[in-house]
């Protein structure tokens, strides 16, 4: 019981402690701005920080799945195409065993080539459905390393900015 009740005066006096700094400084002008620029960058930091982290990991997830595929090269026919942020096509080929399969890919950048009827593919005979076009889009891992590191330098920054402001 009396753990609990030093404890519990312990946390009482932090908290009393802060709310009186906190006051000191809300009276004075010069503290305000720099606490709440401090506060406003970890607002800013925080989120982009674990957003960063997240795509750099999927980033490096993805990277080491597409390592250890042994992709199969084919050509598809296009029998479907819809615009969703890029365009999705559905596409009809033939597997290595010469089966009939179906799939949808994804195309996000724009390419200064026309895509035709037929078009070279490359697919994962482990996973028929996982389909990408030769030649379309870019797939090499540094750029979207890149890419998903993006918001965690932004956030990184943020941070190192709030800490030297404090």
């Known amino acids: 019981m009396d753990r609990i009740q030093a404890l519990w005066e312990r946390v009482g006096g932090a908290g009393r402690r802060w709310i009186v700094r906190a006051w000191s400084t809300a009276r004075d002008p010069l503290r305000v701005l720099p606490a709440l620029a401090v506060a406003a960058l ?3 930091a925080i989120p ?13 997830i993805d ?22 942020d890029g365009m999705l096509l559905q596409l009809r080929y033939r597997d290595a065993r010469g089966r ?12 200064k080539q026309w895509i035709r009827t037929r078009v070279p593919i490359r697919f ?3 996973e ?23 918001p965690l330098g932004g956030g ?4 190192v900015i709030a800490i030297s402001l404090w």
């Open 42 to 44: 970890l607002l800013i």
């Open 48 to 60: 982009l920080i674990v957003t960063g982290l997240s795509r750099v990991a999927r980033a490096g």
């Open 63 to 84: 990277w080491r799945s597409e390592a250890t595929v042994r992709w199969h090269r084919a050509e598809g026919t296009v029998t479907g195409v819809r615009d969703a």
């Open 100 to 111: 009939a399969q179906r799939a949808e890919t994804y195309v996000a950048a724009p390419t």
């Open 124 to 126: 994962d005979p482990r």
């Open 128 to 150: 028929p459905g996982r389909v990408e076009l030769i030649g379309f889009g870019s797939h090499a891992p540094i750029p979207a390393l890149l890419l998903a590191g993006a």
């Open 156 to 159: 990184v920054a943020a941070l």
